[in-house]
């Protein structure tokens, strides 16, 4: 599933100063290719950087310029471009049209807040490139089916940044479920992400509901989309409660409060009768992420931890434990070190692999618009949950937004 044909190659092209005594006609591991498609980053913030050193390391491509609204975020993001990577230019661009029409360039990945990506992709799409849109897709859930319906006409690879499908334990859950269906046939569902608080941003956008769609729309993307993939389903009923109980309860920006939660429980039903349930907490000294899937010939549970204190823990783990007769195992998903060390534990390496495969046209797109659309569905199914109190039926939900599908 996580594959680059040059992959071994690249690890070795990558690794400083590995046989700089070699003449070039003596390399082939350790080969300098030259790459073949060149991008250009649009949001020059944290994760701009991210999908800048990670297109940089995959190889294939290279990183041509970006472009920021913010000159600060775009001198900054300059200055380590070329402390890490001397030698190579970098355009930064005036405006977003600019960067979006340069004939130079193959690909656009956009990096910008929440709120803004509808707008920028409408400018993306007229050039025809292949884009790479970072999570949340949109803010509402009626954006996010006027991008899927934008992207069904679309003629190049239009992906959505849901990159901790590629996480270690992520990829191998799936192997284990919907691939050899380890715990047979699924029933239930349980995800945890406890963790620290949103970080500071460009305006601090992250911090309101308006900008961001809420924390459910803004973080839980990601895991309300894990569930639709290991659920194989649509959702038909979502319910959630949850509030602010620490973070940002007294925080203000240019005089207005913040109002997004910091913690939350979610239920989700699917029509093929999975559950699945979702617990929230943002005021937790650690980064922790846990999967639990049950079904009906055994349970697989997968793990994610990074901790700020001394105490020694793997930063992975898989269990799956099956019923007399089937096996059972332990186990530690891992990437390279180099690879973990790159961005989100390495998902954010391998959503670039599978963006230039989708390119390269050697296997089927992923994320698509469509599955970005539903992570959408859920999570703006729970907002509208938390706001009302009460459970929230996906199909009245969708044609409350003018959506009937």
Not at 215 to 244: M, R, W
Not at 331 to 344: D, R
Request: hydrophobic residues 35%.
């Amino acid at each position: 599933m996580l594959k680059s044909k040059n992959n071994v190659k690249g690890f070795y092209a990558g690794a400083k100063n590995l046989g700089d005594y070699l003449s070039e006609k003596d390399r082939y591991l350790s080969k300098n290719e030259k790459p073949k498609y060149k991008f250009n980053i649009i949001g020059a913030g944290n994760i701009g950087k991210e999908h800048i050193n990670v297109t940089m390391m995959e190889g294939r491509g290279t990183v041509h310029g970006i472009y920021d609204t913010s000159e600060k975020s775009a001198s900054v993001t300059k200055e380590m471009f070329q402390e890490y990577y001397p030698g190579h230019g970098l355009v930064v661009y005036k405006t977003l049209e600019e960067a979006c029409s340069d004939t130079e360039v193959d690909g656009l990945i956009i990096c910008t807040p929440n709120f803004t990506h509808i707008d920028i992709l409408k400018e993306a799409l007229k050039t025809g490139k292949h884009i790479l849109l970072e999570k949340p897709m949109a803010t509402t859930v009626a954006d996010a089916y006027a991008i899927k319906e934008m992207a069904e006409s679309y003629g190049s690879v239009l992906q959505i940044g849901l990159q901790y499908r590629y996480k270690p334990i992520y990829v191998e859950a799936v192997h284990e479920a919907l691939e050899r269906k380890s715990v047979g046939d699924l029933k239930t569902i349980s995800i945890l992400e406890h963790r620290i608080p949103f970080l500071d941003k460009v305006g601090q956008w992250n911090k309101f509901s308006k900008y961001s769609g809420g924390t459910f729309i803004e973080k839980c993307c990601h895991y309300f989309d894990l569930f639709n993939l290991f659920a194989q389903s649509k959702p038909v009923e979502v319910y959630a409660t949850g509030g602010a109980a620490v973070n940002f309860t007294e925080f203000e920006y240019e005089g207005n409060p913040s109002d997004i939660i910091d913690n939350a429980f979610v239920n989700i039903t699917y029509e093929n009768g999975v559950r699945a349930n979702f617990n929230l907490c943002m005021f937790s000294p650690m980064f922790y992420e846990e999967l639990i899937l049950c079904g009906d010939e055994g349970r697989l549970k997968a793990s994610e931890s990074e901790n700020f204190s001394s105490l020694p823990a793997n930063r992975n783990h898989l269990e799956l434990i099956r019923v007399d007769g089937a096996p059972s195992k332990t186990m530690t998903p891992a990437y390279s070190a180099e690879i973990e060390a790159s961005g989100h534990g390495g998902s954010s390496y391998y959503e670039q692999v599978h963006f230039i495969n989708s390119i390269e046209g050697t296997e089927v797109q992923t994320v698509t618009a469509d599955e970005g659309f539903w992570s959408i569905v859920v999570g703006s199914a729970a907002e509208a949950s938390l706001r009302e109190g009460k459970v929230i039926n996906i199909e009245e939900h969708l044609v409350n937004n003018g959506i009937i599908l």
